[in-house]
């Protein structure tokens, strides 16, 4: 807590020591068929007031116009510009490490190319990671953007957001691998040292931010000299329109399966199922067909009755298959843990 307190103090307040020697920042713009908002990006950050920093952007084989604004952004750029483009569709992971790979600053501003800096972000965040050398990661908060209205609306770190990343490194990385991802890196400034630490992004995942976020905290869990730190002070508006892939809800449960396949050990993993992907699938807001839920459900179920959890198996089984009567795979499995069940039961000492 006393950490938080300090970093408010100096996020609210021109630091003495800024200015001496500027450590390079470096902006990485992964983009993807965003014609319509790419430039308003761009323009934001370069409205920043601090010096040495770089745009590093790499298209990932946009079918739009979205890297011919990139190049012509390039040309009168006021600030060192670099602009990439892969030759097919890689996904962020990739196109974020490539961006990565390209850059040459000291510190990592991940982006997307639909998102908006606000004023001063990142003379506020390097001052905080200059006066305090054992931060290797910094969030900060930001607002939503309606794209509808272009109102704000609601901020990115909810209030449990904000308390989770008060706590230690190891109680966030314990709840990132049970839990859904709550936390915008798009908020950080990262050290590049952490982040090539890491190992950047996971390609193999959808869920990039979620993944980086677990790979960091546990790197950090083990490294008590390392820190994260949190400023409760918004540096970006978070855009949200029709177009955003993370609206999709098989994309997410698929994203969300992988993560726990990968990331979460396995005497976790049914806690981590029932808070994740039963947690969406109970979800109001879910929209999934009822096929596709109980496709989810059929999935939820096998994985359970693969860890051997039975009980669990049944009581799934027993909760859904009131709601679907009709499922030949939610009676049989029903069954089956019935089975399980009752023989360990009849085997248990009288």
Known sequence: MLLVKIIKNIF?????????????????????NHELYVEETVRSIWDQNYQNFEIVAV??????????????????????????????????????????????GDLFIPFSSDDLFLPGRIERQVDI????????????????LDDSTNTRKGVCHTPHAIELLQKDAKDVYLYLITHKNCIFVHTSMIRRSLFEAVGGYDETML??????????????????????????EPVFEYRVHAAQNSRNDKRQLESK?????????DHLKLQASNNIILGHLDAPWCRLTDTERTEQLVKLVRFHASLGEWSSVLRLCSRYVRLYPD???????????ENHVHSNTDAAPH
């Open 129 to 144: 990671l200059k006066n305090n050398s054992d931060i290797y990661i910094l969030y900060c908060n930001g607002h939503g």
């Open 12 to 32: 609210n307040e021109k630091s003495k020591y800024f200015g001496t020697s500027q450590c390079k920042v470096s902006v990485l713009i992964p983009a993807y």
């Open 257 to 265: 399966w992988r993560m726990i396949e990968r990331y979460t050990p």
């Open 59 to 104: 298209d990932d084989a946009s079918g739009d116009d979205t890297f011919a604004i990139l190049e012509g952004l390039r040309k009168i750029s006021p600030i060192p510009m670099r602009v990439y483009k892969n030759e097919v569709n890689r996904g962020p992971a990739f196109t974020l490490n490539r961006a990565a790979s390209m850059a040459s």
């Open 327 to 337: 499922n030949e795979d939610l009676r049989f499995l029903k069954t089956a843990a």
């Open 207 to 232: 869920a990039e931010d979620w993944s980086l976020n677990v790979k960091i905290f546990r790197y950090l869990s083990a490294l008590p000299d390392k820190h994260h730190a949190f400023c409760d």
